[in-house]
């Protein structure tokens, strides 16, 4: 007996699983289905490290550390806690992005070749204000000193006396 997703629509945030029973006979000496899967242990999600960021950016969640010790992987799916999952695909490694600040609780499960699925994993994803930078210091402009000048004079403005304490200044913008 093993374990299959029931294909239907479904406003669940977990899959949704029923037990089936299946019998194959083998002719020959060609291996079947039930040959490979007869003693099959359950693959092990692993959600990978808890996660920071800010809403509205994207988070990266890695369940690459997941596996399957009898077989291979072959599906994940991520429920992210905010009322939005993935379904079964491919991909181990994603990127979700959350709409506000919070703590949300991530769970991945893990699908191998014989269609057993694992028993969920979580990492805890905590959300910050939107553009938020952790603790990140505003950054101090300068356009030195005052100036003045005749009508059709030029004037060289320079913003090289302003300073960022905790990283560096990406770019200026100038409103006259």
């Not at 070749?113 to 910050?128: G, P």
């Not at 939107?130 to 210091?137: A, F, L, R």
């Not at 030029?154 to 006259?176: K, M, R």
């Amino acid at each position: 007996m093993f374990l299959r997703q029931v294909s239907r629509h479904s406003p669940c945030l977990a899959p949704v699983f029923s037990a089936i029973t299946m019998t194959l006979l083998a002719i020959g000496p060609r291996l079947t289905f039930a040959d490979v899967c007869a003693n099959n242990v359950a693959p092990v999600a692993n959600a990978g490290a808890d996660k920071q960021g800010a809403s509205g950016a994207p988070i990266t969640l890695d369940g690459s550390a997941s596996y399957d010790s009898d077989g291979e992987l072959t599906a994940f799916w991520w429920n992210f806690g905010d009322g939005q999952y993935t379904g079964w695909q491919a991909n181990a490694v994603i990127e979700h992005t959350y709409a506000a600040p919070g703590t949300y609780m991530a769970r991945l499960w893990a699908k191998d070749n014989c269609e057993v699925f694992s028993l969920s994993d979580q990492a805890r994803v905590t959300v910050t204000g939107e553009n938020s930078c952790n603790g990140n210091q505003v950054p101090i402009a300068s356009a030195g000193d005052d100036r003045s000048a005749d009508v059709n004079e030029s004037i060289t403005f320079s913003a090289s006396g302003s300073s960022d304490s905790d990283g560096s200044i990406t770019s200026h913008a100038w409103s006259f």
